[in-house]
């Protein structure tokens, strides 16, 4: 990819961690750090990876996501508002009575939105039924990619769905794991330790691939590698840092669900502009 849209792609995160600090802020809760953490992920995939059309959500031959963090929602909805999916001013409405944009994403309401998700480790499994579901309808060119975050791998589920992703051979799944080792009661390596996240994935039998997940170029060479995967699944396991881009939040898992009052609103907002 050259460099012009690289800048563009690194324009489009600033404009996003604004984003997600401003509706939060304006919705008094949320998940910050979070969504933080995830943006350059998110950026790349809408800014320059997926197959999607906002004037056209629908589109038989799009790339489907799956926010299996879904309590991360703020970074979606950054990405869907920056790129046209709905005017960026109804972000201001996250959380409120009758507002689109939920606390976690809902298919039903948000254009965009491929499933509602919010039950940790799910969202993988979810990522499978879509893949079979195109290997049914004879589409062969579409991808889902599903976001994870580090934390959900507790959860059994998710790797009854590796197993399967690769069972089944699901060369059209891309799961990403954003590994910023804090979870909402403290590190992970504490709470639960998920262990060396990569070999887990290649034990299940998938290609695995690990990046700087705040590096654009890491990003966007890792998503090239895995269009030329082998035929089965493919892990980019991401490390990043929680509540990255705002001094005060990073690397500290009391912003994983608290919200920035007016001043700390104030204050990240300063460190973000252009």
């Given at each position: 990819?050259s460099?012009p849209?690289?800048?563009?792609l690194?324009?489009?995160?600033?404009a996003?961690?604004?984003?997600?600090?401003e509706?939060?802020h304006?919705?008094?809760s949320?998940h910050?750090?979070?969504?933080?953490?995830a943006?350059e992920?998110?950026a790349?995939?809408?800014?320059?990876?997926?197959?999607?059309d906002p004037?056209?959500p629908?589109l038989s031959?799009?790339?489907r996501?799956v926010l299996s963090?879904?309590?991360?929602?703020?970074v979606?909805?950054?990405?869907?508002a920056?790129?046209?999916?709905?005017p960026?001013?109804?972000?201001?409405?996250?959380?409120k009575?009758?507002?689109?944009?939920q606390g976690h994403?809902?298919?039903r309401k948000?254009?965009g939105?491929e499933?509602s998700?919010?039950?940790?480790?799910?969202?993988l499994?979810?990522a499978?039924?879509l893949a079979?579901?195109?290997?049914l309808d004879?589409?062969?060119t579409?991808t889902?990619?599903?976001?994870?975050?580090?934390?959900?791998?507790q959860e059994?589920?998710?790797w009854?769905?590796?197993?399967?992703s690769a069972?089944?051979a699901l060369g059209n799944i891309?799961?990403?794991?954003d590994l910023?080792?804090?979870q909402i009661?403290?590190?992970?390596?504490e709470?639960?330790?998920v262990g060396?996240?990569?070999e887990k994935?290649?034990s299940?039998?998938?290609?695995v691939?690990t990046?700087?997940g705040h590096?654009?170029h890491?990003?966007l060479?890792?998503?090239e590698?895995?269009?030329?995967?082998?035929?089965g699944?493919?892990?980019i396991?991401a490390?990043t840092m929680?509540?990255?881009?705002?001094?005060?939040?990073?690397n500290?898992c009391d912003?994983?669900?608290?919200?920035p009052n007016?001043?700390e609103?104030?204050?990240?907002l300063?460190?973000?502009?252009d």
């Amino acid at each position: 990819m050259s460099e012009p849209d690289v800048a563009h792609l690194a324009h489009l995160c600033q404009a996003m961690r604004r984003d997600i600090i401003e509706m939060t802020h304006a919705a008094g809760s949320g998940h910050p750090g979070g969504s933080l953490s995830a943006v350059e992920i998110v950026a790349t995939l809408y800014g320059a990876v997926m197959r999607h059309d906002p004037s056209d959500p629908k589109l038989s031959e799009r790339d489907r996501f799956v926010l299996s963090k879904g309590h991360a929602a703020p970074v979606l909805y950054a990405a869907l508002a920056e790129t046209g999916y709905f005017p960026r001013e109804e972000l201001a409405t996250l959380r409120k009575l009758g507002s689109r944009l939920q606390g976690h994403p809902d298919m039903r309401k948000t254009p965009g939105v491929e499933v509602s998700t919010g039950s940790l480790g799910q969202g993988l499994s979810l990522a499978n039924g879509l893949a079979l579901a195109l290997r049914l309808d004879g589409n062969a060119t579409s991808t889902v990619y599903c976001l994870m975050g580090d934390g959900e791998l507790q959860e059994g589920m998710v790797w009854e769905a590796a197993m399967a992703s690769a069972h089944y051979a699901l060369g059209n799944i891309v799961a990403i794991v954003d590994l910023n080792g804090l979870q909402i009661d403290g590190p992970t390596c504490e709470v639960m330790n998920v262990g060396n996240v990569p070999e887990k994935f290649a034990s299940f039998g998938w290609t695995v691939i690990t990046c700087d997940g705040h590096s654009l170029h890491e990003l966007l060479s890792a998503f090239e590698q895995a269009k030329h995967a082998s035929d089965g699944p493919t892990a980019i396991v991401a490390r990043t840092m929680k509540g990255r881009g705002v001094s005060f939040m990073e690397n500290l898992c009391d912003w994983h669900g608290k919200a920035p009052n007016a001043d700390e609103a104030a204050r990240a907002l300063a460190e973000l502009a252009d």
